[in-house]
């Protein structure tokens, strides 16, 4: 059975720093891992996913990287910003259909 | 270019009522997930389903729930003499089809409160 953990829980940074958001899995046996971010009381916006074939992939301001073997991705957001305040999710995908996602981490940036 | 949508947004129901949700995947996709999201918990599987078809519905209670997708009209998940431990956001995810190992777009869930 797969597991998804999240490290740290909640993350509070001033304004400017970089955020680094980790995430394990137990199982290396993946399809691909996605990145969400989930706002109160709101949906999933998905952020990055990357193949199991790949190290990492980049939108704007964040980097995603990706260690299959190890079990390990890690979600990079440079010169955080305010409205980068939510949880962040990682999930992974299996060898079947279903997402196993961590508990989240909840990221507060202050002005 | 619509996305996953999901109504009602927020469902109030007292304890045993039922409770139905629906949810209308992105154009073009043809595979919906059930996933719910219980109080300071992680987003855990329930079901997914194909038009007309139950895929794999292991994650879903045994008593009680059900979920439907007909080859027209929306995904129904539907609760039956809810209990207070139902509360929780369920969310709908829909995919294109089969073979498929892409992103999963998510809608913005139903917020479930029993009484």
């Known amino acids: 059975k797969q597991e998804v953990t999240q490290i740290p829980a909640a993350l509070s940074v001033p304004e400017g720093e970089n955020l680094v958001l980790n995430c394990s899995f137990t199982?290396?046996?993946?399809?691909?891992l996605q990145w969400f971010r989930q706002d109160p009381g709101k949906g999933l916006t998905s952020l990055l996913l990357i193949q199991s074939s790949q190290r990492e992939q980049t939108s704007g301001r964040l980097n995603a990287s990706l260690d299959k073997s190890s079990g390990r991705s890690t979600l990079y957001i440079a010169a955080s910003q305010p409205g980068d305040s939510a949880t962040y999710l990682c999930a992974v995908r299996t060898n079947d259909y279903k997402l196993s996602f961590g508990a989240g981490t909840t990221v507060t940036v202050r002005a | 270019n619509a996305g996953v949508m999901q109504n009602p947004r927020h469902l109030v129901r007292r304890r045993g009522q039922e409770a139905r949700l629906r949810c209308s995947p992105m154009k073009g996709h043809s595979h919906v997930y059930w996933y719910r999201q219980l109080p300071e918990e992680g987003l855990k599987f329930m079901v997914y389903?194909?038009?007309?078809?139950?895929?794999?519905e292991s994650g879903m209670p045994k008593e009680r729930f059900s979920a439907e997708f007909p080859k027209e009209g929306p995904s129904i998940l539907r609760i039956q003499q809810v209990v207070r431990g139902d509360s929780a956001a369920y969310f709908c995810?829909?995919?294109?089809?089969?073979?498929?190992?892409?992103?999963?777009?998510f809608g913005e869930g139903s917020r479930l409160t029993v009484l």
């Open positions: 199982d290396s046996a993946i399809y691909n």
């Open positions: 389903l194909q038009k007309e078809n139950i895929i794999d």
């Open positions: 995810a829909s995919s294109p089809g089969s073979g498929d190992i892409g992103e999963l777009f």
